[in-house]
């Protein structure tokens, strides 16, 4: 069994004499549990279903909150390491350079790195998705189409990422002037606004219409 930490640090405002309001409280945990189940799911099983529980016989999350200097959330997943994990193992010892050497730590790494852009995660290191039947028209199309449903769900992916940041920025501006974001010992990202539904949407919208024109051509 693998252990990872998620920290998140909220500062200024009220954060800085820990406090934090419950509704922003249950936005956070709602976000941090969407935001590493998404990982989690993806990594173990291949799919992240519509509902993101704390547990599934791949993994479970804990809630470790603590209020040390500034307003600090910890949660923490224990991932149960199968045959197919170690064998990823080899495959990410690659991004070793990013100095994440665990297989949920670099998917992480990579998912943060591409939304950061915008973008789903470009890299298939980390996809699970047996062959399924695709819908033929019959224009002669394969009827398995692995790469698409690879595709859809790094897209998914990121817009699960996208969802949780809502919810664990939603004390900015209110509470916290902003929040850092540690993986385990890595400093993942440091957010300064809160993102809104709105954001979201047009990012998933111009990000839809990309791939159409993509395909158009």
């Known amino acids: 069994m693998a252990s990872h930490t998620l920290r998140l640090v909220y500062d200024g405002l009220d954060a800085s004499r820990h406090q934090m309001p419950t509704s922003s409280v249950k936005q956070i945990v ?3 549990q969407e935001f590493l189940g998404a990982h989690a799911y993806f990594l173990t099983e291949g799919r992240i279903p519509t509902n993101i529980n704390d547990h599934s016989r791949h993994f479970r ?5 603590q209020r040390d200097g500034s307003w600090e959330a910890h949660f923490l997943i224990d991932l149960f390491v199968d045959e197919y994990l170690r064998n990823l193992t080899k ?5 070793a350079a990013t100095g994440t050497w665990t297989v949920l730590g670099t998917l992480v790494y990579m998912s943060i790195e ?3 852009t915008r973008r789903p995660i470009a890299d298939q290191t980390f996809d699970r998705i047996e062959p399924t039947l695709s819908f033929s028209d019959g224009n002669r199309e394969p ?4 790469h698409r449903e690879r595709e ?3 897209r998914l992916l990121f817009e699960r990422v996208d969802a949780s940041m809502s919810k664990m920025t939603a004390p900015i501006g209110r509470a916290a002037t902003h929040v850092d974001l540690w993986f385990d010992d890595r400093h993942l990202e440091r957010i300064e606004h809160r ?3 709105r954001e979201i949407t047009e990012a998933v919208r111009e990000l839809r219409q990309a791939k159409l024109r993509g395909a158009a051509w």
Request: aromatic content about 12%.
């Open 114 to 116: 591409a939304w950061r």
């Open 30 to 32: 709602a976000g941090a």
């Open 152 to 154: 859809h769900l790094r």
């Open 143 to 146: 009827i398995i189409d692995v």
């Open 195 to 197: 993102f809104l539904e």
């Open 61 to 65: 999350l804990h809630d470790i909150r």
């Open 91 to 95: 495959d990410a010892a690659r991004f």
